[in-house]
């Protein structure tokens, strides 16, 4: 687009609070940003004044622009975090492959509140949490369990009473599925676990340490090193109580590194004054200022995770926005401290710390990770002549054992980086017999019918679809695509033997020597493809060798089946069961356990 032509969209701009997005000029979201007058905020990419080096570099490859309007700053907030996700743009400072950690659950809506692990916070019940320090969330419920009998399981309660399972006779649960507990008793034990989860251990610590004694004595030692393994676990927590820190607060410790072209964000995570853990953030620089770069990050970060009752931090942002966010997310006030002394401050000192020899020790690997992913998706466009940047690649494989269960995998990379939630399996419906193109055509089929329609949204389209095979393999799918039409997707296919490349554009192959990261990446997703068809491949055959062995055993029909499933999840923990651990399954009593076992010893 001409540069009189933005002059004139400038000046359409509206006086309001909106999101704006940057392209190139393939049409590439290049950068999104959010602000309180679009009309101020835009202009100011395309005033003369000067720029830092990351700024000027996405100006220089702005070819146009759209915007959306909001109704307030705080919907911009949001609209701007969304689209982020969306696009991931290359000038953003973006939150890559974060991991969730686990909280535990309480089912407060529930007649009899059960515990559950869940990595998902919604408002529907109350949330301890996260645990990311190497305690282990199944320990704390055992715990939960053994001294409060408290319920784990997701059984019904209500109606016709039901036959009280192994856990109320191990004096774990106290069975109200069963009618053997009133709703007030049952009440009573979940506060008492609820004060235990919000880090008052002393006197689950008491009950464990008397039932070590009496089991002891009693000469159940197994039993009794099991209750001192959970004494053990509840001193590892309290050891990571902060004295000077209230127990009722929860905090999150923010602080961020940078050297102009790198940056690292860390964060310490304390929950009801007990120290959980950290963890480091490696970034690239983006192109927005610091403050609003720091906004931004804190918008991505806790749309997957709880906002804490303060932040805690040195970094100066716009505090009022994200405030008026989290409330509206959360319906409770973030309080953002800036401490001077004491405990705050020695915490703020040990984040910025973390971060700052982070990046000191991790720039290298930063380094090399933008060569492996972006820096290889612009090496790719060049020395494969491809019409596009290369941001969202798609490989397929198929896998099957003599035509039997065959299956499909359709991996993403974006930017060069596995996206794992873009990820696809698919049942091959129509293909009889072990026929791979076939498979492979079906597959593309299905996924390039998406394209023009309302399901593109949630499967974008590609720059680049790379295909397991040479020259013949990636001629044949150029048949699908002509067949369907399909334009402005580049397509590559990888011979494994040389791991030789062919395109569309060149009459032989292409080749790169093994250290090129453009090879790597085509190498990595290749191999991705694979391996996830294999795993997708080995779960169904599984499941189904399963089903036909056990129909030879006489007395086991669909439900005593689906209940050893369930139990021991494959064919293979089956046959090494023994008859004690198969009459643990819900439906086995001890003859049929012995004629199972009979079975699989003649095998």
């Given amino acids: ?31 999104v940003g959010k602000a309180r007058v679009l009309k ?61 950690y686990p909280y535990i659950k309480v089912h407060t809506r529930e007649k009899f509140p059960r515990l559950s692990i869940t990595r998902k ?56 599925c069963a009618g053997l507990c009133s709703e007030e008793e049952y009440a009573a034990c979940v506060e008492k676990a609820v004060s235990f989860l919000s880090g008052n251990y002393e006197e689950a610590e008491a009950i464990l340490k008397e039932k070590m004694l009496y089991f002891s004595e009693r000469e159940e030692f197994e039993l009794a090193m099991e209750y001192r393994e959970r004494i053990g676990m509840l001193k590892k927590l309290q050891l990571k109580r902060i004295t000077a820190m209230p127990r009722e607060v929860d905090a999150d410790i923010w602080a961020l590194s940078s050297n102009g072209l790198y940056a690292v964000i860390s964060v310490l995570v304390t929950r009801k004054g007990i120290m959980q853990g950290g963890r480091n953030f490696p970034l690239e620089e983006g192109a927005g200022d610091r403050a609003e770069s720091f906004l931004s990050f804190l918008i991505q970060y806790y749309s997957g995770h709880e906002f804490p009752h303060e932040i805690i931090t040195d970094e100066e942002f716009d505090e009022k926005l994200f405030c008026d966010y989290a409330l ?33 020790k991790s720039v290298s690997a930063i380094a090399h990770k933008n060569d492996m992913t972006r820096g290889a998706c612009e090496r790719l466009k060049e020395v494969l002549h491809l019409r596009q940047y290369p941001k969202r690649m798609e490989c397929y494989d198929i896998s099957n054992i003599s035509g039997v269960d065959k299956v499909g995998s359709m991996v993403v990379f974006t930017d060069g980086e596995a996206d794992k939630n873009a990820y696809r399996r698919f049942r091959i419906e129509t293909v009889e017999g072990a026929d791979d193109f076939a498979s492979l055509k079906e597959v593309l089929l299905r996924r390039l019918k998406k394209l023009g329609t309302e399901e593109e949204s949630r499967f974008p389209k590609p720059q680049l679809i790379v295909i397991d095979g040479g020259k013949g393999q990636l001629s044949a799918v150029k048949e699908i695509f002509d067949e369907l039409g399909v334009e402005g997707i580049d397509l590559v296919s990888l011979a494994k033997k040389e791991e030789e490349i062919y395109t569309l554009f060149e009459e032989g192959p292409v080749r790169l020597s093994r250290r090129d990261y453009a090879l790597q990446t085509l190498q990595r997703i290749r191999d991705e493809a694979h391996r996830f068809a294999i795993t997708y491949f080995r779960n169904l055959h599984t499941k189904r060798n399963l089903a036909s062995l056990l129909d030879e055993i006489e007395g086991i029909g669909k439900q005593k089946k689906r209940a050893l499933m369930d139990k021991f999840g494959t064919i293979d923990r089956i046959m090494r069961a023994s008859e004690k651990e198969l009459t643990e399954t819900e439906g086995i009593g001890g003859e049929l356990a012995a004629r199972i076992r009979a079975y699989f010893e003649k095998l």
């Fill in 121 to 176: 916070v919604k408002k529907d019940g109350r949330y301890f949490g996260p645990f990311m320090g190497g305690i282990s969330c199944k320990d704390i419920l055992d715990v939960a369990a053994k001294v409060y009998h408290v319920r784990l399981c997701n059984v019904s309660v209500g109606g016709n009473p039901k036959k009280p399972c192994l856990n109320y006779h191990l004096g774990r649960c106290l069975a109200p």
């Fill in 1 to 31: 687009m001409s540069e009189s032509v933005i002059k004139e969209k400038l000046k359409l701009l509206p006086d309001c609070p909106g999101v704006y997005l940057m392209q190139n000029a393939e049409g590439e979201v290049i950068y």
């Fill in 328 to 360: 509206e997310k959360t319906g409770r006030k973030v309080e953002i401290v800036h401490p001077k002394q004491g405990v705050r401050r020695e915490l703020c000192s040990m984040a910025a710390g973390n971060a700052e020899e982070y990046l000191e």
């Fill in 40 to 100: 101020n905020r835009v202009r100011q990419y395309f005033h003369s004044s000067p720029k830092p080096p990351k700024v000027r570099a996405m100006i220089d490859n702005i070819a146009d622009f759209s915007y959306l309007v909001a109704p307030t700053e705080v919907d911009a907030l949001a609209l701007e975090n969304n689209l982020i996700k969306k696009y991931k743009p290359k000038y953003n400072i973006l939150l890559k492959d974060d991991k969730t």
